[in-house]
T-cell receptor, first 113, second 109 residues
């Protein structure tokens, strides 16, 4: 693994189904983030984690949950998917300094029908 | 509220220079980032400014004026591969990034 990986790359999901998007980083970064990106809108923060064992809500957390059991993994779960959750989801991680850049995974394209 | 404004789309010619502006209003300021995002790909880091002035990095430069809530990204000697979206993001008082919607840059030969 080099950097951040996400799985799956893309997924089509029926409304009402449960789905977990996976994110793994090997840079030993403390902070990790989940964003969604929709046409015409900036990246919007869903949830974040400043360190293993802690999580926080971002701008658009409703309908999503996260966990951070260890440093490397930060899964995002949609408990009951709805069509408005159709989006591209990016996971990112960052070192501890404020000037540290966020590194992004390749993204997961999710379609909820 | 927090707000980042940048033009939706710009067009420029190969070999020319283009300036992409970004204005912001945020609760606190801990730095401004520029990212590049090619279609269908993840954003990648270009530059970081926390003090006023110009930061130069090869063909790309970024400028910041904190008093005006303003930044620009300057791209010189444009190449076709520079066709991408350019995202402006400000780190607020909670050390979270607030993102602009991005500027789609189209390079014409």
């Amino acid at each position: 693994i080099a950097g951040i990986t996400q799985a799956p790359t893309s997924q089509i999901l029926a409304a009402g189904r449960r789905m977990t998007l996976r994110c793994t980083q090997d840079m030993r970064h403390n902070a990790m983030y989940w964003y969604r990106q929709d046409l015409g809108l900036g990246l919007r923060l869903i949830h974040y984690s400043n360190t293993a064992g802690t999580t926080g809500k971002g701008e658009v957390p409703d309908g999503y949950s996260v966990s951070r059991a260890n440093t490397d993994d930060f899964p995002l779960t949609l408990a009951s998917a709805v069509p408005s959750q159709t989006s591209v989801y990016f996971c990112a991680s960052k070192g501890t300094r404020s000037a540290d850049t966020q590194y992004f995974g390749p993204g997961t394209r999710l379609t909820v029908l | 509220g927090q707000n980042i404004d940048q033009p939706t789309e710009m067009t420029a010619t190969e070999g020319a220079i283009v300036q992409i502006n970004c204005t912001y209003q945020t609760s606190g300021f801990n730095g401004l980032f520029w990212y590049q995002q090619h279609a269908g790909e993840a954003p990648t880091f270009l530059s970081y400014n926390v003090l006023d002035g110009l930061e130069e990095k090869g063909r790309f430069s970024s400028f910041l004026s904190r008093s005006k809530g303003y930044s620009y990204l300057l791209l010189k000697e444009l190449q076709m591969k520079d066709s991408a979206s350019y995202l402006c993001a400000v780190m607020d008082s909670n050390y979270q990034l607030i993102w602009g919607a991005g500027t789609k840059l189209i390079i014409k030969p």
